[in-house]
């Protein structure tokens, strides 16, 4: 182990010095690492995390959620809406500037908007009340709707799945798919250096002028404290581990549980749970299905497990990394209630045995797709199969590896023919808050997420909340969809848990969000 460990900490300095990473090219640079690749750069064509994270670098929004959710403007400077709320009025803010000089317009807004609008879920949901979308000036623009859409300022500053970015309008004109020509950006950072499997890079872009108003999640002031940020790939874990203690890079997302230990000792050093919100875990359902088809089968399912269980096997006593949570909509987000969450938060066998009695049950095997090639599948569906057979169910469990299951879920069909009855799967708290963004609870049956849960009072109740215009509106329309969610068992939550970023103490100014903020960061020398 402490060979393997040296052997990979000097392949890590290595590449690190072969990429020049953390040279002088710049008078301060942060280095850091996070998990995956950037292999293309296209907002609009992936929800792939890193590439989202450092799209936020290079290009600004029209308006960005604040730490309470809330929409508040960011490129825009001023905005009304009229007394019918059919029509919307634009201006952006002075001074702003593409990377490559040229002046941010309406025209290059709204062919952002219009590429937008035919990808993101919230975007297609306006373009459905659009009238007419049409320049005033080059610095304003005027949106009108064929009703009042309480949505509309939340989708243009949609936080995760697509935002909405800002670019110039030859870039916005691509069909997404297509390579994007170039990377000009509208952000805090502009573009240095791009080698796939090696470094993303950018350096400050001097002429961007950020709001005026603290940092708040996303919106406020987007100030970029350092002269460069470069993006490290290092695949191995424990190869970034050891980068960090070696001081070979500031900061350190996705670190293992495991090697917390490592840094516990160090004084130089600083860890904590990032991002805000973390992860949720989701047994899927295959509605579609037998026995899964019985309302009764799956209820049963939410009464034989434990959350306490699932987040014990996976952190141990590090009870300061997850929390149990009733939310299917997050602990900690803006729609957080535990209305209807009696059987998955109380575990119990003999009720579970009893229901499924009462479903006429008839010992059909449960075809639980798990994958074994990955840990945490491997762990989490160990703790899901016992409990399942504690509670009554006959389980197939079937070990593949994770491509597998991910190609497999897609398949609506009989077991006999490909087809499968549950897995497991995690999202992350940025999309699993909303129901907009939660791909659970839209109940529309074959347009539904995979398990294609279908049914009318709950797409009735989605709809509530799309057209909800005030937010105790939206919360009460959140609070029936879990209700309805809950009652159909479109999944079952098992445990909300974070993840671990760590950093020098020299880097200072990190933003709660949960999405990975870089500006506003210091680093001390």
Sequence with gaps: MELNTIAKSISVAALLSCAGLGVAQADSVLVLRDVGDIQQMDPLASTNYPM?????????????????????????????????????????????????????TTVDVIASIERWMTKDSLGLQIAQRLVSMEAIDDSSWRIVLNEPFGQLLNGLGRMTAYPLFIMPERLAKTPIGEKLPDLIGSGPFKLAEWRPGVVFAVEKFQEYVPRDEPPSNLAGGKVAK?????????????????????????????????????????????????????????????????????????????????????????????DDLYEICAAIFMCGGPFETDV??????????????????????????????????????????????DKLRSGGFVVDARQIDLATMFSRRSNNGPVSEGGWNMFLTAFGGDAMMDPLTNPYVSGACEEAFVGWPCDEELQANWREFLLADTNDARMAAAVKIQDRSNEIVTFVPMGQYFGVTAWKTSVSGQIDS????????????
Aim: charged fraction near 25%; avoid cysteine; charge should be negative.
């Design 226 to 318: 350092v002269d460069r940020i470069e993006r490290a790939t290092i695949p191995d874990d424990m190869s970034a581990v050891n980068a960090l203690l070696s001081g070979e890079i500031d900061l350190l997302k996705g670190i293992p549980y495991d090697a917390l230990a490592l840094l516990d000792t160090e004084d130089n050093l600083e860890y904590g749970a990032r991002p805000l919100l973390g992860q949720s875990i989701q047994i899927v359902l295959n509605h579609t299905q037998p026995p899964f088809d019985n309302i009764k089968v799956r209820q049963a399912v939410q009464l034989a497990l434990s959350q306490q269980d699932f987040m014990a096997t996976l952190l141990g006593d590090r």
């Design 514 to 525: 949960p999405v990975s903020v870089y500006w506003n960061i210091e680093k001390a020398e």
């Design 340 to 385: 209807n969450s009696e059987r998955y938060m109380n575990e119990n066998f003999e009720a579970s045995k009893a229901l499924l009695e009462e479903a006429g049950y008839d010992g059909t095997p449960i075809t639980y797709l798990h994958p074994v090639d990955q840990q945490f599948q491997r762990d989490m569906g160990t703790v899901l199969i």
């Design 52 to 104: 989202r994270d450092m799209s936020y670098l290079l290009w600004d929004t029209l308006f960005a959620m604040d730490e309470n959710f809330e929409a508040q403007p960011q490129m825009v400077g001023a905005y009304s809406v009229s007394d019918d709320g059919m029509t919307y009025e634009f201006t952006l803010r002075d001074g702003l500037l593409f990377h490559d000089g040229a002046p941010v």
